[in-house]
């Protein structure tokens, strides 16, 4: 049959019921996202700074520490935003120790392109970590943002043997930081670290056996740093682990045989205490970064002794009283002595000084 065509319309019947329930889940599906958004952008404004990387704004996150070192401020875990993950690092401190690897990882932790791990890892320099393999290494680092350098700092990774070669293998182009100081203080800071250590060594609780080891460590680290540094000869004892260690030159040739130079920088550490910022400086280019640290960054405390830092947040921090200890009185004549022998070896050829800026 045909007739005039009609536009037909269909009306479904929606109960008022339906359409309230309806109403009221759209309602709160609005409300929820709202909230969220909200909620975001107000963590993000607290948590995050905001940095231009490559033309691309990326928001970075501020996780920042108290001063005792590892301990995240605000939150009471470590929280993480979504579009983080865990990477390896791209940067080591591999060392010197007592020549400021802390401070320096601090201070470079102020930059909105750098997250720092938390604590001395000792993957690369302890088989029992290596052995778990890198997976277990990149858990144990922070959370960062894509354009964000992971660091890490362990200082026995500078003379540890296998590891430039076990550090090669994970990363042939990461970038190293080393950081040396006056050779004859960093000793002093050695033996400094080492009698502290076991003067707290012994406790009540220890096993016979233990407590001799420990009081024959302390009947040992208890004698003078000239005691231990000079042999009766009256020669200076080169094979004492301390002044050992601030002969540089037979570590720094291990890793430049696997390294090329242009990614070892060797910071200097005594400028690091004096001028923190020419030394940040020189590393900020290093990793080709913005130069975003500033002086405002920086205070000098006069208790301490040392630079403290100063976060965005308007957050001061010291680093803790380990970092910063008073030194014994070492007689002038023998610190000279010291010196004498090290430039001897330096001119025989025997120790290649490093040349920092
Ligand atoms: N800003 C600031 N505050 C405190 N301390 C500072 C700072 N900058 C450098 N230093 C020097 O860092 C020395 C400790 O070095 P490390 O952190 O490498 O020591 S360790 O190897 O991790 O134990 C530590 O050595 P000591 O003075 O012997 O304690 C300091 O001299």
């Keep these: 049959m045909s007739g005039p065509e009609t536009d037909c319309f269909i009306v479904i019947g929606v109960s008022r019921p339906k359409l309230a329930a309806i109403f009221f889940s759209v ?16 963590v993000y404004s607290i948590q995050a700074a905001t940095t231009i990387s490559d033309g691309n704004k990326i928001a970075i ?77 990149r858990k144990k680092m922070p959370h960062s943002f894509r354009g964000q350098i992971t660091i890490e700092k362990s200082p026995s990774y500078f003379v540890t043997p ?32 080492l009698r502290s250590h076991a003067a707290t060594s012994i406790l009540p609780s220890l096993t016979t056996s233990i407590q001799q080891q420990a009081s024959q460590t302390t009947s040992s680290i208890s004698r003078t740093f000239e005691e231990l540094s000079i042999l009766p000869n009256g020669t200076v004892n080169m094979f004492y682990r301390p002044l050992v260690l601030s002969m540089y030159h037979q570590f720094i040739l291990r890793w430049l045989e696997i390294f090329p130079r242009e990614q070892l920088l060797l910071v200097n550490g005594d400028q690091l205490i004096e001028d923190p910022l020419s030394q940040i400086r020189r590393i900020e280019d290093f990793l080709g970064i913005e130069r975003r640290i500033s002086q405002h960054n920086f205070y000098f405390n006069e208790t301490k002794g040392f630079y403290c830092l100063r976060t965005e947040m308007g957050d001061s921090k010291c680093l803790r009283e380990t970092k910063g200890r008073r030194h014994p009185d070492v007689d002038p004549k023998l610190a000279i002595k010291y010196t004498y022998a090290y430039h001897t070896l330096v001119k025989q050829g025997r120790i290649v000084q490093p040349e920092c800026h």
């Design 27 to 42: 309602m709160l599906i609005s409300l929820f996202l709202t909230f969220h958004i909200l909620y975001d952008s107000a």
């Design 61 to 137: 996150l501020t996780n920042r520490v108290s001063h005792l070192d590892n301990q995240p401020i605000g939150f009471p875990h470590r929280f993480h935003f979504p579009k983080t993950s865990r990477k390896l690092p791209q940067c080591l401190i591999i060392g010197v120790r007592k020549c400021g690897t802390r401070a320096l990882l601090e201070m470079l932790n102020l930059h909105p392109r750098i997250q720092k791990a938390a604590g001395e890892v000792h993957f690369f320099d302890r088989d029992e970590n290596y052995n778990k393999g890198l997976e277990w290494y």
């Design 162 to 193: 296998e590891v430039p070669e076990r550090v090669r293998a994970m990363n042939s182009s990461i970038k190293l930081l080393l950081i040396v100081r006056e050779p004859v203080t960093r000793a002093i800071s050695d033996y400094t670290q």
